[in-house]
């Protein structure tokens, strides 16, 4: 399973980036604007250099000749640039001229199965499913299954199109989407950081450096 930072901010992707187990990046308008960004394109191309991996930037358009044109301009930033196209009708065209054109593309806002499988039809290298926003909708055993829906569809027919699980809340989803077969799951910082942590290890680190210290304090003493 690949992880991903669900984050504009560098700090943040320095520091996850330096841990050696992140697999790329997720960016979307709010998380932009969260961090005050501005001049887009440096800072796209900024995360880029800070991760080995792909690293989604999402359109602003809605119409399909305007998705086509930003997609286009934020594919030649970088060879790692996945275009974040939302899960609309010209959405779909634009992932499907996209695949023609070898650009990768990460289709959002994704809430259904059956949009999923209209997002793979067009050939997009990943699908975001929300998984926190349909829980905050619906209940965590219907977000659940939609993941799991996604992913056994995906298996089923054989898509190459990733189930990029996002809209991630906590360590929890995460086991979740792992169970599932997701392919990625994009996370934020704090969740991210949050994978590594467990109150038993703290504890028991604690007993065995008392131990030691013990030890040692007896032999040299
Ligand atoms: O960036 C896409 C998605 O992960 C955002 O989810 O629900 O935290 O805004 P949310």
């Given at each position: 399973m690949k992880l991903f930072l669900d984050t504009a901010n560098l700090e943040e992707i320095t520091t996850a980036s330096s841990?050696?187990?992140?697999?790329?990046?997720?960016?979307?308008?709010?998380?932009?604007?969260?961090?005050?960004?501005?001049?887009?394109?440096?800072?796209?191309?900024?995360?880029?250099?800070?991760?080995?991996?792909?690293?989604?930037?999402?359109?602003?358009?809605?119409?399909?000749?305007?998705?086509?044109?930003?997609?286009?301009?934020?594919?030649?930033?970088?060879?790692?640039?996945?275009?974040?196209?939302?899960?609309?009708?010209?959405?779909?065209?634009?992932?499907?001229?996209?695949?023609?054109?070898?650009?990768?593309t990460n289709c959002t806002l994704v809430f259904s199965p059956q949009q999923a499988l209209m997002a793979a039809k067009a050939g997009a290298t990943y699908v975001s499913p929300f998984l926190g926003r349909l829980e905050d909708e619906y209940g965590a055993k219907a977000a659940e299954t939609v993941i799991q829906d996604i992913c056994s569809i995906?298996?089923?027919?054989?898509?190459?199109?990733?189930?990029?699980?996002?809209?991630?809340?906590?360590?929890?989803?995460?086991?979740?989407?792992?169970?599932a077969g997701a392919d990625v799951a994009t996370i934020p910082y704090k969740v991210f950081q949050a994978l590594m942590l467990h109150p038993l290890t703290d504890r028991g680190l604690d007993i065995f450096l008392r131990d030691y210290a013990k030890l040692n304090d007896q032999t040299t003493s």
């Open positions: 841990l050696g187990v992140l697999d790329g990046v997720t960016t979307n308008p709010s998380l932009m604007a969260k961090e005050g960004i501005t001049a887009v394109d440096s800072h796209y191309s900024r995360i880029c250099e800070l991760v080995d991996g792909d690293v989604s930037a999402e359109v602003i358009a809605t119409g399909y000749a305007g998705i086509l044109q930003e997609g286009r301009h934020y594919a030649r930033l970088h060879p790692n640039i996945v275009v974040k196209v939302p899960m609309i009708p010209a959405g779909i065209q634009a992932i499907k001229t996209f695949s023609e054109e070898g650009i990768k995906f298996k089923r027919y054989s898509f190459k199109t990733q189930v990029l699980a996002a809209s991630i809340r906590n360590i929890d989803h995460v086991r979740m989407c792992a169970i």
